[in-house]
């Protein structure tokens, strides 16, 4: 039987937040107002761990400014900063791990609250079959059309990583008892929901509130990185 493997994405996987840092990339090259950016920013990265993040609200912000830009000038954008940020920082462990999964013939996917613009590319690198992620509304609905600056969809955070992942796993014509073993390794006490669902979940690169409820229930807990 077929296992399958869940990854969080921004601190289990990459030793770094995608999306904190698409925003101050965006700082950087100037395509949002410096100063008030970066502070909001930093007040929702600081809501996110400690579990209080309107998630709405966030995908709001982090989307509008997407709008001044055609999708081709994002895609060109969007490799300078894979360049620059996000390709510097993949480990080899990281990669490696998903491969022992995929090697094994499990189904493998990333379930992340960051947008699937930020993520596409990311996940790409990794090579999984499915990447989960929150959804990016369109002007005509198409994939490659231009952004309208609000999400979609049920935000794949807290309890939507299940419902989302429920979704596509239904559109598979799964369901979770077709999984012998199924795995979900995070970083964050936002995924106890998801990690509580599954049979295998390992915290991984724990914050300190998750790192708790693991050892009181007695996951594994599995230190990809070096703490930074």
Known sequence: MTNLA?????????????DHEWGRFMVKHGMVDAESFAREND??????KAGRLDIHAYLVAMLT??????????SDLHKRYMNDVIVPTIAPVALELVREHRD???????VTATNEFITGPIADVFGVDKLIGCEVETT?????SPFTGRPTGTPSYKEGK?????????SLGKTWSDFDRSYFYSDSHND??????????????PDDTLRAHAQSKGWRILELFQPS
């Open 6 to 18: 869940l990854f969080d994405l921004d601190h289990t996987l990459i030793p770094t937040d995608s």
């Open 43 to 48: 007040a929702f990265f600081a809501d996110y």
């Open 65 to 74: 400014p997407l709008t001044k830009y055609s999708r081709a000038e994002l």
């Open 104 to 110: 094994a013939g499990d189904l493998c996917c990333i």
């Open 140 to 144: 005509d609905g198409q994939p490659h």
């Open 162 to 170: 299940i419902v989302r992942t429920e979704a596509w796993l239904a």
């Open 192 to 205: 106890i929901p998801l990690l509580e669902k599954v049979t295998d979940p390992i915290a991984t690169n």
